[in-house]
């Protein structure tokens, strides 16, 4: 018996030398200091007016294509014209549904694909929000398209519309999302245009005007206008990924600049349960909305499977280098470590949302009086696809879900499969990381999961190589300043974002561009 123990003892201790040789030797990427020192682009007062100015003007989204207002939309249009006069004396431009917006600066080479840099005009709404500064006019509706703003119930430090230069910083509705990446874009392309320099391949600018609400009336009707003229795209680079300090992600001792090379699908369920309705004084043993709660716990405590699919496992192979040991291990061993992995991966909400199809309980209905039973309870459950995932497996375990009761299912809002996985061994993903290292030698560049969408995924059956990441690197309160109170830009972050997308422009076909180390 002593003998039978002796060699499991040996035996485990020689499985725990393997493991820790394993995860010695993991070909995690190393973050190599370079020499090299950081492009810092000299600080030019006019870029900054031309792009405040644009913040100015209120292009907000509305859900509700009815009231949309198309004022602003024509104004930021003709500010645009007004403001980049060589863009419009040199090049092809032209709208594409009353507003959308597509800029081409033609390449020598037609044998080439072209590029496309995507962004948007629209903004959302800058909440019940802060009118500082006499500003109250900014919030009045144009064509009733938004309701006015009654009351002060957040603070700005800044008016939303007010594009204030302060502090190092551009202040306002739409200076991180999304046209500091619109008006970067312009400002690349001005450059070119200026100092007279044609690509090889085409270079177009797409801008949708209603991102924010789904993209349909702009993103949609260019990629369909793109598909008709018959184009197909070498690269298709849109928002998503950020570079995030270092310490903005938990256990990373790096700078990390993330390349959203896929992005989650939506669906979004109206659950309509059924059972009997009344007066409050009689009631049924379990209600319609009792069925409800059963059947939405199940959908939170039974979720769809945690996984760590190839982009998540790329990611870890990136960062892994720059975590504890711990993590390290864990990686390393997936094999063995992986449920212990996820199980701390879906302990957080953000990391959660790398390795699940995602649940979200956001809308519900019932009775509209207290003393009255509806006879019928509905609720609304959104889920975003990981892209190992169907919509029709989601429908399936819905389907779980509801069993033994009397429901309806139906579809809300737009739904979308998970994108396609874009590759990180080819030029249009090279091209970007060589770009990024100028700017910031010393981080680490990964691919990565975005998680909201963009308007790229218009662009499925337009290209093979698609990417999401707009090159500012911010901490985690300037990255909640998105869709939120006091919105700003530092002038560093958007100077730094026209030289990356100007590289990334002039020299697509350099032949040592891509060139990262």
Known sequence: MKKILLILFVLLILFIIGLLIRTLTYPFTRVKKSAATPVQPAV??????????????????????????????????????????????????????????VIRLKGSDNSLLPLVFLSHMDVVPPGSAAIKNNDSTLFQPRDQAIPPVSEIAEEWDYAPFSGAVANGRIYGRGSLDMKGMLFSLLEATEQLVREQVQPKRDIYLAFGFDEEVGGVRGAAKIADYFKEKGLKFEAVYDEGGLILEKGSVKGISSDVALIGCAEKGFLSLKIKVKGLGGHSSMPPTTSAIGKAAVIMQRLENHQMKAQIGPIIQNFFQQVGGSMPFASRFAIANRWIMEPLLLAQLTK??????????????????????????????????????????????????????TSGFDVEIEQVDNAREASKVSPTDVKAYKMME????????????????????????????????????????????????????????????????????????????????????
């Open 44 to 101: 030019n007062d006019s870029l900054v007016a031309r792009f405040a100015g644009g913040i100015k003007i209120a292009t907000i989204s509305i859900g509700d294509s009815t009231l949309f207002n198309h004022v602003p939309f024509e104004e930021l249009n003709s500010y645009i014209r007004h403001n980049f006069p060589l863009i419009y004396r040199s090049l092809e431009t032209y709208t594409v549904n009353g507003h959308a917006l």
């Open 348 to 401: 957080n909400h953000s990391t959660n949302a790398l390795v699940r199809t995602t649940t979200a309980l956001t809308m519900m209905k019932g009775s509209d009086a207290p003393n009255v039973l509806s006879p019928e309870v509905e609720f609304v459950v959104n889920f975003r696809l990981l892209p190992e995932n169907t919509i029709q497996e989601v429908r399936d375990h819905v389907e779980q879900a």
């Open 434 to 517: 060589a770009s990024i290292r100028r700017l910031y030698p010393d981080l680490i560049v990964t691919p990565y999961l975005t998680v909201g969408g963009t308007d790229a995924i218009k662009y499925q059956n337009l290209s093979d190589h698609i990417y999401r990441f707009m090159p500012i690197k911010i901490n985690h309160a300037e990255q909640q300043s998105m869709h939120s109170t006091n919105e700003y830009i530092s002038i560093e972050n958007y100077l730094k974002m026209i030289d990356y997308f100007y590289y990334i422009m002039r020299h697509y076909d350099d032949e040592t561009s891509a060139k990262t180390d």
